[in-house]
């Protein structure tokens, strides 16, 4: 059975969890094989039925929110369709990105035929951080780079932040869709895991009740906070454990400090 998810907030209307990555969000034919689903599992382990009201990418992992009634489910549903919510993204991204950069660039769904109509997609871009590694990840290139790159999509269509990266030739790092094979394989080794370095870092969105504007945060620290000692004993890593990991062991030169 999987392990309970991590409640990061929760009233009688709505209730915010870390979404792990690998996990989807509801069970789907195309994943015919998966045994882990927020939905499922947060149902039993509230004792509840939940209504998804957005959703997340298999990969990614971060803030995911589900109503807890129906009337609750409507309303945040018509949130996210009418663009009344902010979202925050973290990535590891392919090279040194752009400092800012605001990505106008219009798409339409993977699935859709090639006659299909494109939808306006626009996100701000702005890069955190870099790092260079004196290790070839690339014949052709005596180091390698990456960067942290804040992602804020202002529109939602599928898989935009992966697409408008890709688009402006800096893939996420373990995107298999949209970025290189040879890259992705390199730092899975060099991280020692494969995975899609794409975070939910944060939500806002009105309550569905009060209409308040209520923000929920993954716990991610940047700049790192300095760790404080523990014992073996002691240590409980937290839900995102392995992007802390990612931002404290790896040699970030921050580029922009964090507002």
Not at 153 to 173: D, M, S, V
Request: proline content about 8%; some cysteine.
């Amino acid at each position: 059975m999987p392990h309970p998810l991590h409640i990061l907030w929760r009233d009688e209307h709505l209730v915010a969890v870390y979404k792990p990555a690998g996990w989807l969000v509801h069970r789907t034919g195309l994943d015919a094989g998966e045994t882990r689903f927020v939905m499922q599992t947060l149902r039993d382990q509230l004792g509840q039925h939940v209504f998804p009201v957005h959703r997340l990418d298999k990969g990614t992992c971060g803030v995911l929110v589900m109503a807890l009634h129906s009337d609750a489910a409507r309303a945040l549903s018509q949130a996210f369709e009418h663009q009344a919510t902010h979202k925050r993204y973290l990535a590891m991204v392919r090279g040194w990105a752009p400092e800012a950069i605001e990505v106008d660039h219009a798409l339409k769904p993977d699935d859709a035929p090639e006659d299909a109509p494109v939808q306006e997609a626009h996100s701000r871009l702005r890069r955190l951080a870099q790092l260079t590694l004196a290790e070839a990840s690339d014949s052709r290139f005596a180091t390698t780079r990456a960067s942290l790159v804040e992602a804020t999509p202002t529109t939602g269509r599928r898989h935009q932040i992966r697409r408008h990266l890709k688009h402006i030739a800096h893939p996420i790092l373990g995107d298999a869709t949209h970025g290189k094979g040879p890259l992705n394989r390199w730092w899975a080794a060099r991280l020692g895991q494969q995975r899609l370095w794409l975070h939910a870092w944060q939500l806002t969105l009105p309550h569905p009740v009060t209409g308040e504007a209520m923000t929920f945060d993954s716990g991610l620290q940047w700049p790192p906070a300095v760790m404080p000692a523990v014992t073996p004993g002691d240590m409980s890593p937290g839900p995102a454990a392995d992007w802390q990991q990612l931002l404290t062991t790896l040699p970030w030169e921050a580029t922009v400090p964090q507002p």
